[in-house]
């Protein structure tokens, strides 16, 4: 967490949303009650927590809400096509002499749920079937024994095991979920007394074709979600989904303002990227007494009926409020206090859109894309290739049967498969480079020469188009590191962001080259090869702690080098001062990184230096 | 699974409605390309496509839908290469389906894509047969790609170029089967996910960028119908079935003014123009703008290419044109903006 580490410890969060507070353990349950009554329509749930008691408690709480009978799957996060869509049954059809079809996971879950282990592991190539299964409620796999359209009509359970902030699921797949709950830091009970039981949920199915959202209340949702930055036109259809399964669950045959609000709560604010601009008179004081009246203390008791613990508006303005912004209310009041500050700064969240394309372990030869089929016999750890194993095989059947036949006496029904027959399936795995530029932002006069050098680093971003490499962008100055670009191949991004750099404040190069450290080691965990630009006149006057101390800082720079140099990862310091720097090249040696002056380093000699550094 | 949603129910996104259309009325335009943000309805508009094409008629009988008419002289089945003695006789007779809008789903077999051996024939009977795949299915319709950017390469390239050519040459197993193959590519995506390779950008006809809607009312609309036609789809269907046979209509009439619309000297002039100024490679560029700007002009009801059909058309025959410069991405279609603008000052 590059972010968390540069802040500091002033920010314990608290709010509302604080994310260990009682009332996430009411969301979880009252989502998992609307998510039981209308799988489908509500897409599913991510419910990001590791495994412990309370995803326990929580799964228990929602199994005892479905029906008997009702299928259920888990998915484990590297499934193969073969199991997701259908295909061949290898026993079945080497048994039985003609093809046997098995079926895929993705029709065994139709009309129930789908649960994905270690959804922030899923990769793009199975998110998209996925995505495209929730999104008509049916496939046609076109494979080999799955060559029929089949029902998909399920709910999603996302179980998503990130620890990181990057570490999340595919957001595409996020995106068609209505619910999206964090009980990764929470702690306290694990009661279900008070929530919606297996026959309300029942009852409330009966019920829910004909619930229904009024015209005022939905233009009140789609003007919630446009207020809150949700670009997506897919969340404000899911709200009010939700919202109509509140009104069923509560026996409404409209929905009202509160199954609005707990719409808004639930499926809006996790997806919210910025604050609306507060109306002018009230603007200063309303969001700050709101947080000090409001402290984290010890949650309300958990009797109460999660829908109508709606957040209270503050009683003295609520006339005035439209049903847009009673709504809007109602989803703030769930974000985390550090988020919505962040929000209220004006910082525009960027979507978490490349969040969790996680690369596999590179050693694996049964994961990544398949590339093609080749003959031979499959070695441990390699996949067999059935159905192109069988079409080989079948050419001969008549022949090998009647040989067989003429060996043993009897007639041999068995599909005869031999050693010549066999294909495997090859896979590409992407060893991919990411290239990290660290660029230092700060006062020292540093960012005048990065814009020099603007020229270089467009041919290097360039050339990572062409590799279909990713870039990161690691950015310092004053006391903070921050990971303005997580890993992408979004080069538009990057150099958007690059260009739009203010620069100015101290140089807190150690925690920079920590940062930097930290996030080529997950790279390289994530079956990447990191490459390590940082672009730096060497001038460290930020210590670790954020205190300006220019001695200290440059000790420290050095020693963070040094350990970063023990990671071995690729690496190129590129000298931004006007003239070359004794510093700065002590640093790239204790980087053990290569050293570039920019005065000298023109396009090709900075795109040849990165090339060498990365052994391309 | 129920009717998909009506196409003329869906709210705004013209430039991908027009592409589109420009698409069924001459397949020959090259394939979409629509790329956008996520939840924008992309895929929802090229399934709302399948229900308003003009209904084809086929060969009874034949995998690789023939025209009974003109049974593509390629058509193992119709022309009766030896495969099948008895297909040409049965080329007089025809039916009549809808034309086929296929979805490749990712995760397609390259065997179902192009077609195999077929399994079930060859285990039990032994029997050396070849089984059609997409691509046969696809012939005289649409071939979807939703996610186009995460297909295999592999495949990617072999649809194109079969896309191309119009036919599927497969030679594998033993097997050496030829058969028509001409559809209308189209693909769709978001382009972080991962981008398209440049070298497949331009092989696309025509390309379309798709937004999410920015203000109020258009996404109050979009929801409200999304949610009546969710509540009750049949009743939906008849609310917009006149709208539906409306854009029909247009379509066929389309496909029968086309070979009328005129291309005068001055419209050839204005496409090069327009391709010099906006420096896009090579000479595909003029020639599709060429083609969607008389499409576009048949879809109108005019009967020559007036400045107005290439001005409206050319952003999404050219914006995958340009000289491609990898780190402006969203400038493309202010670059065509621009140029247009300079031509047409001129």
Redesign the interface.
Known sequence: MIEAAALTADDASAGDGDPASERVWADALTAAALLALDPSGCGGLRLRAGPGPARDSWMTYLSALIPAGTPVRRMPSGIG?ER??GGLDLAA?LKA???IAMRGMLAEADGGLLIAAMAERLG??TA??L??AL??????????GA?E?V?TRFGLILLDEGIEEEEAPP??LI?RLAFSIDLSAYRGPLETDGFPLPEEIEAARERL?AA??G?EA??A???A??ALGV???????LA??VARAAAALDGRPEASMDDCALAARLVLAPRATRLPAPPEDQQEEEPEDRQEEEPPEPPEDPDQDPPSEEPEPPPDESEAKTPEEILVEAAQAALPRDLLERMRAGVKLRSP??AGRKGEIARSLTRG????VRPGAPRPGQRLNV??T???A??W??LRRRERGEETGEAATR?EVRKDDFRITRFKRARETCTVFVVDASGSSAFNRLAEAKGAV?LL??EC??R?DQVALITFAGKTVDLALPP?????RA?KLLAGLPGGGGTPLAAAIDAAGELAGKLARAGRTPAIVLMTDGRANIARDGAGDPPRAAEESLSAARSFAAQGHAALLVDISPRPRENAQALAGALKARYLPLPRADARRLNDAVRGATGR | ?SAPFPFSAIVGQDEMKRALLIAAVDPHVGGVLAFG?????K?TTV?ALAALLPQIKVVEGCPYNCDPERPSPLCPHCEGDGTTPEGAKKASKGRRISAPVI???????E???VG??D??R???R?E?AFEPG?LARANRGFLYI??VN?L?D?LVDLLLDVAASGENLVER??LSVRHPARFVLIGSG??????L?PQLLDRFGLSVEVT???D?ET??E???R??AY??DPSAFHERWAKEEAKIRRRIERARRLIGEVEAPEAAYRRASEICMALDTDGLRGELTLIRAARASAALDGKKTIEDESLRAVAPMALRHRLRRD?????GSAVRVERGLGEVFAA
Do not use: C, F, W
Request: proline fraction near 7%; avoid cysteine; glycine fraction near 8%.
């Open positions: 096509d997701l869509l059809t002499g003609r093809p793009g190539e998209a079937k995505s495209l999104d008509r409620g049916a496939v046609r796999p076109e494979r080999t060559a359209e029902s957001e595409a995106d074709s229904s959202v015209d939905m233009r949702l789609v003007g979600a446009l670009a997506s036109a897919r969340a404000p259809i009010l989904r859109a490349s894309r398949p590339i093609g159905v192109e069988l079409r080989n079948a050419p059947q008549p599909v467009e971003l360039a188009y062409s279909r992408t191949r979004s080069l538009a150099k | 699974m943000d996520r939840g924008t309805g895929s399934r979805d490749l789903p990712l995760g397609a077999t065997d179902r894509v195999a051996l399994l079930e060859a285990l039990t032994g050396k997409l939703d996610e995460l295999e592999h197993e033993g978001n382009p972080e996910e991962g981008e390779r999410t809607p920015n109020l996404r109050v979009v929801v409200r999304r949610d969710e509540r990898p780190l402006d991405e969203a």
